[in-house]
């Protein structure tokens, strides 16, 4: 699965390098609002059709196409841009448009985030914008689950059903994450 990443890499970190640049200068009740928006979108195609997240890989080279292509881009730029939930829009390109399994699409972005996240830092680190804390924190759980995902996960039968179900979860926490300081604010 690693070796299908080489094609979307390049518009990947294109696209982080990018986002990461504009992300320096965003006040952060925007971007809350942005990326609650965004999972609240992902959350209702998570939620409209469930069986096209359970579909097997394409084995064809249908994947591709300037189109994934431009997707991938895309997602490079959000991820850049805002990191939060790029795992989850990775998923989503890769299962509902490249047509990777779940499971498959799982493996790719580990390796994929890995890599999109060192322009990233460097671009954060030099502008000074890292919380050391809370990035070695999440440094640490991402590790942690990746590793756990690895082993565990990937070689269950049920993979991609329990893993759609746990991406649901985590969506939900996120939107009332990223509402919660507007909502906060508005019933004062």
Request: glycine share 10%; net charge positive.
């Amino acid at each position: 699965m690693i070796r299908q990443s080489y094609f979307i890499i390049p518009p990947i970190l294109i696209g982080a390098i990018i986002g990461a640049n504009l992300a320096v200068d965003i006040p952060e009740s925007i971007l809350r609002v942005c990326i609650g928006t965004v999972m609240i979108g992902l959350l209702i195609t998570m939620l409209s059709n469930p069986k096209k997240w359970l579909i097997p890989t394409d084995g064809s080279n249908k994947k591709k196409t300037p189109k994934i292509w431009l997707a991938y881009f895309g997602l490079g730029l959000y991820g850049g841009f805002i990191q939060m939930g790029f795992g989850i829009f990775f998923l989503s390109i890769s299962v509902l448009m490249a047509k990777y399994a779940l499971k498959d699409g799982n493996i790719m972005k580990l390796f994929t985030a890995f890599l999109m996240t060192i322009p990233s830092f460097i671009i954060f680190a030099l502008s000074g914008s890292i919380d050391w804390v809370y990035g070695l924190t999440l440094a640490a759980g991402t590790a942690s689950g990746a590793r756990f995902g690895a082993k565990k996960v990937v070689h269950h039968p049920k993979a991609s059903a329990i893993t759609r179900k746990v991406l649901i979860a985590v969506i939900l926490v996120a939107i009332i994450k990223m509402f919660q300081p507007l909502v906060l604010e508005l019933t004062r």
